[in-house]
């Protein structure tokens, strides 16, 4: 376990085109610990970027693994993507869908839907790692209550730009020249960079607010060393550039700011209060949609 997700949560201010530095801080998934990074104390968002989640790495004995049974979401849009390990969504929409490393799930929620995510019964039996990010990016005003949809896009479609020492998977949005095939409906910013020992990369410009966060390894930043469990958010403008210390894997994110202020409760996100209220009313007494083929338990609504 890192020294990040043993600290206390921690908020910095920095410099060298560095705005803010925020530490992941430990949550229990129920067998399994994430590091949540978004929202925190200082920072709820970074572009559309409302919630981030560093999921593992974790080790699975046989017979365990991932069983996030359904719970909803109203007006913004899940981004499921793995490192390793494997795992099924399903949704009330009908879908049902593995993804594995290097796969992309889009998921928007727009006026209402409930998923699951589980490891199957196959997987299950052996055991195996899982090692991922969970992100919800907030949706436009104009889109919270959109018909929801569900995009699966496999590894083979995300676009790679290949830099020195540097393999950039454009997850959503564009970056690098790139432009990824997530519909995305606010100009985002999502990368998932491999860098090799000591390579440099500058960090793409293109976008209001953008931040790194380090998945694994070490990187240099503004003269200062930042480890896995950090993620560093930059000055809007500010020319940037991130030297890997030794192999490392590194997260982008950000977009344009979003449209006003955002709300949290639970698993739901809106620009409204009382939309929120009757969200968290609608869950209570079970008018969500159902999950086909996976609509007997669920994650009861937080008292």
Not at 96 to 101: A, F, N, T
Not at 152 to 168: D, K
């Amino acid at each position: 376990m890192s020294r990040h997700l043993d600290a206390d949560p921690e908020c910095k201010r920095g410099d060298g085109g560095i705005d803010l530095v925020i530490e992941g801080r430990p949550r229990d998934l129920g067998g399994f610990v994430v590091r949540r990074v978004l929202p925190s104390p200082m920072r709820r968002l970074v572009g559309p970027f409302i919630f981030f989640d560093h999921m593992g790495p974790v080790d699975f004995a046989p017979g365990e693994g991932i069983g996030v049974r359904p719970h909803p979401h109203i007006a913004l849009a899940t981004i499921t993507y793995l490192l390793e390990g494997v795992f099924v969504h399903r949704d009330s929409l009908g879908s049902e869908q593995p993804i594995r490393p290097g796969d992309v799930n889009w998921m928007v929620a727009g006026r209402g839907v409930v998923h699951s995510e589980r490891t199957s019964p196959e997987v299950k039996a052996s055991g195996g790692r899982m090692h991922g990010i969970q992100t919800w990016v907030a949706l436009p005003q104009k889109d919270e209550e959109i018909e929801p949809r569900f995009e699966h896009h496999p590894r083979s479609t995300i676009p790679i730009v290949n830099l020195p020492g540097a393999e950039i998977h454009v997850i959503a949005g564009t970056a690098y020249g790139a432009k990824a095939p997530t519909g995305v409906l606010s100009p985002t910013l999502y990368v998932h960079a491999r860098l090799e020992a000591d390579a440099t990369l500058q960090v793409t410009d293109e976008h209001e607010e953008r931040a790194v966060y380090v998945v694994d390894g070490s990187i240099t930043c503004g003269g200062k060393t930042f480890t896995e469990g950090a993620m560093i958010v930059l000055r809007p403008g500010a020319e940037v550039s991130i030297r890997a210390i030794e192999a490392t894997n590194v997260m982008l994110v950000g977009g344009a700011k979003i449209d006003g202020e955002r709300h949290i409760f639970w698993n739901f996100v809106s620009s409204s209060k009382e939309r929120l209220e009757r969200a968290k009313a609608d869950w209570r007494e079970q008018r969500f949609p159902k999950i086909p083929g996976d609509d007997v338990e669920f994650i009861p609504l937080p008292e």
